[in-house]
C-alpha cells in the first residue's frame, strides 16, 4: 500500500505543526484520511489520524484551507464547511459562519482562498465570489458569473497580503492570461482595478502557483517551463 501526500498546510507554522491530507487505493477502493503530525524534531510526530468520511468524486484537495491555526475543510455530505483546531476538536470561526450563512449558493466549492490577515476569502465555485466577515456581517460579493466561455480561478493572495493574482480564460477569443489587483481594506469591495500580466504562452495545464518576495513576484509552473512576474 503506497500512500500518496495529497495536500499539506501549516497549522501552527512557529511549532511545525502540520495537516496532511492522504490518499491510498485498498483493493481499487480509495481511501483518505487526515494525519497532525509534528515537524519540529528529527522524527515525524504524528499528533492525530483522523478517518476521512467524504470521499466523493467531487472532492478537491485546494478546499482545504488554514487561517488563524484553524483548519476548514468541506462537508461534502451536505456543502457546508467545518472548521477544527489542531486538537481536530470542532471550533467557531467567523469565515465558516460566513461561508455557512451563504454555502446554498456555491456548487460544488472547487477552491478556498483566504487572505493571511483581512477577513475575507475568494470561493471558486460554478462562479466565483469574495466572502468577507468584518464585525460579522457575513457579506458576499460575486466577482465572476456562471459563463460557459470564461473561466477564472487559481486565485491567490500575496504573502503579505496586499496583491492577488488569477488565471483568466476566455474561450471566445482564445485568451489564456493572468491578473492581478491590489487588496486593501481601504477599497471598496477589497479588491482593486484588475491588471494584466503579460504572457505569451500556450494553454497548457497548470502545474504550480507560488510567491517570491522582494520584489513581489508570482510564479507558475506549466508543462513547458517556469513562468513569472514582478508585481508592481
Known amino acids: 500500500m503506497e500512500e500518496t501526500v495529497k495536500a499539506c498546510r501549516a497549522l501552527d507554522p512557529e511549532k511545525n505543526i502540520f495537516a496532511f491530507m492522504i490518499e491510498w487505493r485498498d483493493d481499487d477502493e480509495l481511501k483518505r ?29 485546494n478546499s482545504f484551507a488554514v ?34 450563512e451563504h454555502y446554498k449558493k456555491f456548487f460544488r466549492t472547487q477552491r478556498i482562498e483566504i487572505h493571511p490577515t483581512l477577513p475575507i476569502a475568494i470561493i ?20 465572476v458569473s456562471l459563463d460557459t466561455n470564461v473561466v477564472t480561478g487559481r486565485y491567490t493572495f500575496s504573502p503579505d497580503g496586499k496583491f492577488i493574482v488569477w ?20 477599497i471598496p469591495g477589497y479588491i482593486g482595478i484588475p491588471r494584466s500580466l503579460p504572457s505569451n504562452y500556450k494553454k497548457q495545464n497548470i502545474e504550480f502557483i507560488s510567491w517570491a518576495s522582494n520584489p513581489p513576484t508570482v510564479l ?3 508543462s513547458d517551463g517556469l513562468y513569472w512576474w514582478h508585481i508592481k
Open 67 to 100: 487561517k488563524d491555526s484553524v483548519l476548514f475543510y468541506l462537508n461534502e455530505k451536505d456543502s457546508t464547511l467545518i472548521s477544527v483546531d489542531k486538537n481536530w476538536k470542532p471550533v467557531t470561526h467567523p469565515f465558516t459562519v460566513a461561508y455557512n
Open 124 to 143: 471558486s465555485a460554478k462562479g466565483t465570489f469574495l466572502i468577507s466577515w468584518k464585525d460579522n456581517k457575513k457579506n458576499l460579493i460575486p466577482l
Open 167 to 186: 488565471r483568466y480564460v476566455d474561450y471566445t477569443k482564445d485568451t489564456d492570461q493572468f491578473y492581478y489587483a491590489d487588496v486593501s481594506e481601504k
Open 220 to 222: 507558475v509552473v506549466k
Open 33 to 61: 484520511i487526515f494525519k497532525v503530525c509534528d515537524l519540529s524534531g528529527e522524527d515525524v510526530i504524528v499528533l492525530k489520524r483522523i478517518e476521512s468520511d467524504f470521499l466523493l468524486d467531487n472532492f478537491t484537495y
